[in-house]
């Protein structure tokens, strides 16, 4: 009996194999897809965002770990000073860019809306 539940082990794996190329393979076509140069505007925020968030916990890591073996308190006040000035210009081109990309954004959804608004407008003023 123990060498049959092995067979039917070995025949459950076999059958498993393929499956699991067909998944990578399915995996693989929806990890091309996103590659495409066309994003949604929530996932080019969110990209942002997250590249913003994990460049300043890196670097106060390391800022961080600087501090404390720098010896002095001149050099630790030097060093979170360099810190603050990097990360707030970094956090205003982040803000900037996510303004640009919100007002292209608002402009491209409202654009059609504007444009029937016009013409209706025209039409009422000519009538």
């Known amino acids: 009996?123990?060498?049959a539940?092995?067979?039917a082990k070995a025949t459950k794996k076999a059958t498993r194999k393929p499956r699991a190329?067909?998944?990578s393979a399915k995996t693989t076509t929806a990890k091309a897809a996103p590659k495409v140069e066309?994003?949604?505007p929530f996932e080019t925020a969110?990209?942002?965002i997250v590249t913003l968030t994990r460049t300043n916990f890196e670097e106060?890591?390391?800022t961080?770990?600087?501090v404390l073996t720098s010896g002095s308190l001149k050099s630790a006040v030097e060093l979170q000073n360099d810190y603050v000035r990097a990360a707030l210009k970094r956090n205003i081109d982040a803000v900037r860019?996510?303004?640009?990309?919100?007002v292209s954004t608002v402009r491209e959804t409202v654009a059609p809306y504007a444009t029937k608004f016009t013409e209706t407008f025209d039409k009422f003023r000519a009538a």
């Open 60 to 62: 106060g890591v390391q």
């Open 46 to 48: 969110s990209g942002i």
């Open 1 to 3: 009996m123990t060498e």
């Open 5 to 7: 539940t092995p067979k």
């Open 38 to 40: 066309q994003k949604n």
């Open 21 to 23: 190329s067909k998944a």
């Open 97 to 102: 860019e996510l303004n640009e990309l919100t």
């Open 64 to 66: 961080a770990r600087a």
